[in-house]
Nanobody
Framework: QVQLVESGGGLVQPGDSLSVSCKAS????????MGWFRQAPGKEREFVAA???????YYSDSVKGRFAISRDNDKNTVYMMMNRLKPEDTAVYYC?????????????????WGQGTQVTVSS
């Protein structure tokens, strides 16, 4: 049974940093690309970041230079460090796993989804 369990969300102020993580189980973690999407109220789900099973990273333009995705294959966990957070980063953040990074920004390219963790940036 595949499980992606996110943690680390919360309420922070603009300019703060926050780290979210995702613990995976039920599949061969080191053979899958991992990533994050987010969905703000009233908006469509959007791609945030991805990390392939081998090397490299992908980021949306809106978070490039502020967010950093990483993975630990020994712990079956993917992380995302979010720096210089802005109110527009407020959303539910979803962990995803997939077999390909051909089109990382497309939600339908990802095989497994977590339940999400809420990140709120507000003063």
């Amino acid at each position: 049974q595949v499980q992606l369990v996110e943690s680390g969300g919360g309420l922070v102020q603009p300019g703060d940093s926050l780290s979210v993580s995702c613990k995976a189980s039920g599949f061969a973690f080191d053979r899958f690309a991992m990533g994050w999407f987010r969905q703000a109220p009233g908006k469509e789900r959007e791609f945030v970041a991805a990390i392939p099973r081998t090397f490299g990273t992908y980021y949306s333009d809106s978070v490039k230079g502020r967010f950093a995705i990483s993975r630990d294959n020994d712990k079956n966990t993917v992380y995302m460090m979010m720096n210089r957070l802005k109110p527009e980063d407020t959303a539910v953040y979803y962990c995803v796993a997939g077999g390909s990074t051909a089109q990382v920004n497309r939600a339908d390219q990802w095989d497994y989804w977590g339940q999400g963790t809420q990140v709120t940036v507000s003063s």
